[in-house]
Structures are given as C-alpha cells and as structure tokens.
C-alpha cells in the first residue's frame, strides 16, 4: 500500500507504513547524534557519544535494560549502510517495580521508564513523536513482561510541560523540590550528631534495607481514595547509573572522581537516616547541582513519607534532626564540588521540617515546564481511570 504523503514528500503520521522499531547499533548512535545538542551539556559530541555508551554497560542497562527506539517509514529505502531513516526517537529502561492492592498485597513488577523522546528538527510539527508514543505505548504492554503477564504502568519525565504527555495518557504528578545553598560551616554537624559520608560500597546493604522498608510502606492502609499504588524499586543498580553518569563527568569535566555517594545520620533512638545523592554537571556551570536522588528514614518510611504526616511531635524530633544532618552534610558536599545549590525531590513534611532548621528561608519550587514526573496506568483490572498513587516519587527514579 502506498504511503500517504505531505507536500515535503514525507509520510503523514497516520500512514500505516510508519513502524516504531528497535535500533541497531548504527542507528543508536545516529539517534544520539542527532539529539547531542538536546542532551549533551557540558560535553562536546564525542565525549556525549562516549558517556551514553559508558550508560549502557552499567548492570541497569546491561542484558537488554536499555531499548532503543526509532520511528521509520518501511517504504522508504536504506541507506547505501543499510541505515533507515529516523523520524523520531525514544529509549526505554526496564526498571524493578511494586504494585500495592487496596487489601494490602505488595507484588513486584516490571516497569519502563521513557527517556531521550526526539524528533530531528526538519521532521517536527508531522506529529511523529506523538504517533511513536502511541505506538510505544502499545509495545510496552506486553515488552520485557514474564509469559501472560502485561504492563501495569510505565513513567516519564516532561521537559515541554504537562499538556502534551498528558493527553497521550501520562498523568503528571506533583513535582516540587527544595532548593539548598551550599555552605562550607558546619552548624548541625557541631551539634554532636555523628555523620558518615557513603561511598559506592555501603549502597547495596542501604538499597537491600531501603527495599524492604518501601515494601512495609506499601503493605499498609492506604487513603481509601486511591485505587493502587505503585513505586519504582530504590535498588542498588538504579543508584550506580546515576553515579556512573557523575564519574564519568565528574573525571571528564574536573578531573575529580566523585567518591562521597550520600550521608548516614543516627537518631538518638538508633535508627538510621540517609540520602544517597548524584552530581548533576549542567550546559553552564552555574547549572551545577547536587540532587538528592533517595531519603530514608529506618523503621519510620511510613512516617517520613505520609502525606498526612504534617504535625511535629517529639517522636519526630530525632528524626528531624538526623535529616537536618544529612541534608547539611550534601550542603557541604556541594560546596566542596562548586555546585550551585541542592535539591532534593517530592519532600515529605518530616523533611521540610528538617529543612527549615538548616537553612529557615529555604527554597520550595513547583516545577511548571520541566522534569514532570509522569505516569501511565496500562493495567486492565481497575476501573478505566483508576485512581494511582505513586509512593518514592524521588529524583533516583528519573532517566
């Protein structure tokens, strides 16, 4: 069947003869270099080329992690290499999930997380990106899921606002943060509370307890207005890709390898508070950051991440300290690393409480246009808009 076609001599985006399809090796790095400038930063072409390939040999994208996606034309002819056109380009990462039913049962899943959605620019305003999304959407139903099994939900994160994911079926979600100065004096830390900084080899025993506490979490009651819930699983793969990305620019760009990976706080009682946090390394340096990807309080998630959770009590109080520590201990991280500020992702009330006695004028930020945490409910057993809660909806999710 002949392909429709524009007055460009392009395909129409409701042609059957668009196909979203896996890339191959040449195609991936075609994809990358078409959206280098999108993407690359502080890195000239080939140190970008070199990173996204360094991503794609971390345990999270090794064995099929990472799917590269491109719409083409099947009519359209090869290139002499045997390339196919690309009208647009996606990636998915496979990601380890929970799913909590209103009775109270935790199963784990198998999620995707969309990232580096590009349409080259002599291609833009067809409607391809939309029509690869229709079509990844359907592909994600049943990819990388056991026998039987379909998706339950898939996640992205929107840097062109919340109108366009949204009406291809992605809600998006609350998307606050708060923003910390660096500082180089230490105030809590003077205090008597004993801060450990974390390197790459206390990550997996923290992720292993992390797990299990989200889990508790999630086994609990929920607010009887939410139909599931549902959580992107903090493990220890997930938080070395965001560190291979800080050490590979962290040596490219300053010749520092970015050894401190979080802060450990003790509350009084004996339980533990910590964050795991990554380097962002921005196009300009005043763009540089330290974001908190993961915090954790032991034996006191539920507490640390219930939204009803707003009153302080002397409970709290050890928490709320330990949290002020660790949060203090990223402020002097970032200062050591001349990174402008610190931002931590969705904070619960116990922590913006601990915000408040490090640094009282604190910024909080409702993002608008960027890094929108979205998702899109692909399950069929609930009614058609179910009402999903996402529970750790925190910067270590993000691709």
Known sequence: MPSATDAAGLPESSSRTLQLVPANDAEIIESSTMNALSWRGPLDLTGYLEREAHLRNTDLNRHGGITSWILIDTLHPPSNSGARRILASCETLRKRALIARKDGHVSETTSHGIGSVYCPGAFRGRGYAQRMLTELAHILDTWQQREG??????????????????????????????????????????????????????????????????????ARPASPDVDIRVALIPDAATMQWHHAREEFLGLKLCNRFPTHKGALAKTTDGRRAWCVWTRTFGTYPQENLLNILRLVVEEEEAIGRNPLATSASKDHEASETAIAAILEAAQLEASNWGMTGVQLWNPSPLTIRAAKKVEPSFTMIDREDESLPSLRWHGKTLPASPIVGWIANEKYAWC
Request: proline fraction near 4%; include cysteine.
């Open 149 to 218: 099994e379909n998706a339950l939900f898939t996640v992205l994160w929107s840097d062109i606002g919340k109108q366009f994911y949204a009406r291809l079926g992605w809600t998006v979600y609350p998307s606050t943060h708060i923003s910390l100065s660096p500082t180089s004096n230490p105030g809590w830390l003077q205090q008597g509370v004993a801060v450990q900084l974390l390197t790459q080899g206390d990550l997996e025993e923290l992720c292993t307890v992390d797990e299990v506490l989200l889990k508790s979490t999630m």
